[in-house]
Nanobody, 126 residues
């Protein structure tokens, strides 16, 4: 059974930090790229970042939306089948439900994703 389970969300003050985790099971994690999306209340689900699978030299490719570039960092631990999203200098506009999703290529097009988690809520507020 395919599962992507997000964790690490919560309430944080502006300019604070959070680290989200996405634990994967049920498919070959090493073969898949993982992306993070977010959906604020009343808005569409937007792509935030993605990380490719490792190539033959164990390198990965990453992509970041302009709104998070320089503040968010995505990483993966293949031994733990987990992807992390380190979020620094958080802003109130980062408040959303954050979802991880899997596809064979690094993409932040929601319709392209093969598998989805159920999300974790991040609230940035003083």
């Amino acid at each position: 059974q395919v599962q992507l389970v997000e964790s690490g969300g919560g309430l944080v003050q502006p300019v604070g930090s959070l680290r989200l985790s996405c634990a994967v099971s049920g498919f070959t994690f090493d073969d898949y790229a993982i992306a993070w999306f977010r959906q604020a209340f009343g808005n569409d689900r937007d792509g935030v970042t993605c990380i490719s699978s490792r190539d033959s030299r164990s390198d990965v490719t990453t992509y970041y939306a302009d709104s998070v570039k320089g503040r968010f960092t995505i990483s993966r631990d293949n031994a733990k089948s987990t992807v992390y999203l380190q979020m620094n200098r958080l802003k109130p506009e980062d408040t959303a439900v954050y979802y991880c999703a899997a596809d064979l290529v690094c993409t932040t097009v929601a319709d392209d994703m093969d598998y989805w988690g159920k999300g974790t809520l991040v609230t940035v507020s003083s």
